[in-house]
RNA sequence: GGGCGUGUACCCAAGUGGCCAACGGGGGCAGACUGUAAAUCUGCUGGUAAUACCUUCGGGGGUUCGAAUCCCUCCGCGCCCA
């Protein structure tokens, strides 16, 4: 089970910088100080986490499968100042009420992709515990002091936004990027957290991280070592010897390249919107669309960053994939995998089914229980039985279940064949009636191969 | 504070008195072909009781038979001067 980290992270494709990977495969790779520990640092600026952010999220579960400890860090604390980082604008500040919902509702994504993973959850920890305890003070002469502002100012987040007219930065976001540095300060004199992992566009508060640890843990070292041997340590010795001896201590970061597709759009968007890792924000179903609707190019490079299936099976996926692309292996056992990872085996499966069903387009024949399952991820609609009566035309139907924005769109829809009516196509002039009830309660309606629709008859 | 520009649909962008519900491109939606892919082709992309009418060109007001287009004013943005 056990598996060498950083080769694991570089086949599949997820590294991306690293601070120092030869030192770094030496400091995972010392059995005295196994296991190691390393963090990654999550926003709860919504009250769930995009798909983006699985790939930090699987960064912490292979690190767990190469036999470490995996912490994560909820940014109760940094998420009430907010991280400029990509952002074009001042951000507006939430309340503390909203940041705290946010992280609770955030919590049981990294518990149900571990257990998916089959790991035991990782350690979960907020930095608002020890950031709000810190007293204005304290913040400026114990960490602000080993900041340089030119620095700072040189950094990307901050340059973009110092050059930009319309919109400047305040001085509470300039100072973000020390409360994420001192983080990482504080899980290493803590917790012994010894790596900050994240997103490439992390990498800049991640070395601030590192920096700080530099300037304040390994100047007490060098000072110690002084002390007892009268004679300063220098880099060579830092690097190589002194660490054994004590008197240093390493620490790392890494970061995960920013998935891209292989068509240049976003990763992780749908025309609904973000890809959620949460149910409330996007079904199971969805998500398994989302991946099943990979194209080739990406299907691939998907299974090896979201999956943790072998690079051998990958590899024989890729073979099978080539050869009949049409049969969309890889898109299908991506979808299962990830989709099973995130919302569980029950969720995935019943994602599966309704795929399935959803397009054969086979639905009239389902018994009531199977297609409440199907259709439970699908939008629904309340409808008077007494319409039926007589007929109400269908054009009005598309409108009420939004399948269509307006009359003239839903005769084009109709007139150019692509509604059906529990699955088979609408004629143009189409009324619905009792005679199209299922079970004598729902009507299922589709626009186009995707947008599905129940109605409802009560 | 002054000068010169500029603001058009989801985005970019034409149009500078009637032929304007407004060229074109992107994006989106649908159809055909397919593999729920890509590419390609076709249609649609203000609304309705539809050969017509209603609401739209930053907001408000005005000129005119008639305004996205001209005038006044306010607001936003850009560049230059102070």
Same mark, same amino acid.
């Given at each position: 089970m056990t598996i060498d980290f950083l080769a694991e992270l570089r086949w599949r494709g997820l /590294?991306? =910088?690293? %601070?120092?990977p030869v030192g770094l495969a030496k400091h995972l790779a010392d059995p005295a100080a196994s296991p190691r520990r390393a963090y990654v640092g999550f926003d709860p600026s919504a009250d769930s986490l995009t798909i983006g952010n699985l790939v930090p999220i699987m960064m912490l579960v292979h690190f767990a499968r190469a036999g470490h400890q995996p912490v994560v860090v909820m940014g109760g604390g940094t998420g009430l100042i907010? =991280?400029?980082?990509? $952002?074009s604008a001042e951000r507006t500040l939430m309340t503390d009420d909203t940041i705290a919902s946010h992280v609770r509702a955030q919590r049981p994504i990294f518990e149900n992709v571990f257990a998916g993973a089959g790991l035991s959850a990782p350690k979960i920890v907020n930095n608002a515990d020890w950031l709000t305890k810190m007293s204005a003070i304290e913040l400026l002469r114990d960490v602000g002091k080993h900041f340089s502002v030119n620095q700072m100012m040189a950094k990307e987040s901050v340059r973009e936004r110092l050059h930009n007219r319309e919109q400047g930065i305040s001085y509470t976001e300039f100072s973000y990027m020390i409360l994420q540095a001192y983080d990482f300060l504080h899980l290493f004199e803590t917790d012994g957290v010894t790596i900050q992992m994240g997103g490439s566009d992390q990498y800049g508060n991640i070395t601030a991280g590192a920096d700080l640890i530099r300037r304040t843990v390994e100047r007490r070292a060098e000072a110690r070592y002084q002390a007892e041997h009268g004679q300063s340590l220098d880099d060579a010795a830092r690097i190589e010897g002194a660490a054994v001896a004590g008197y240093s201590e390493r620490w790392f970061g890494l970061t995960t390249p920013l998935v891209a597709k292989a068509d240049g759009g976003k990763f992780g968007k749908t025309e609904e919107g973000a890809v959620w890792l949460t149910g409330p924000r996007t079904t199971a179903y969805a998500m398994y669309q989302f991946w099943l609707n990979a194209s080739d190019e990406d299907a691939i490079k998907f299974l090896k960053l979201f %999956?943790? /299936?072998s690079q051998s099976e990958i590899e024989s996926i890729e073979r099978a994939h080539a050869a009949e692309?049409? $049969?969309r292996e890889a898109q299908k056992i991506l979808a299962i995998q990830t989709t099973t990872l995130v919302h569980g085996k029950a969720e995935a499966e019943a994602a599966l089914r309704a795929s399935q069903a959803l397009f054969s387009g086979d639905i009239a024949g389902l018994p009531m229980e199977m297609l409440e399952q199907v259709f439970a991820e699908v939008p629904s609609t309340d409808h008077p039985c007494a319409q039926l009566e007589g007929g109400i035309d269908l054009v009005d139907v598309l409108i009420e279940t939004s399948l269509a924005k307006s009359k003239r769109e839903a005769r084009e829809f109709v007139g150019n064949g692509s509604v059906s009516i529990n699955g088979s196509k609408a004629e143009p002039d189409a009324k619905l009636t009792e005679a199209d009830l299922l079970h004598g309660k729902v009507i299922a309606l589709r626009r186009g191969k995707k947008a599905w629709h129940l109605t409802r008859w009560g």
């Open positions: /590294l991306k =910088d690293c %601070t120092d907010g =991280d400029p980082s990509g $952002k %999956t943790l /299936l692309p049409f $049969k």
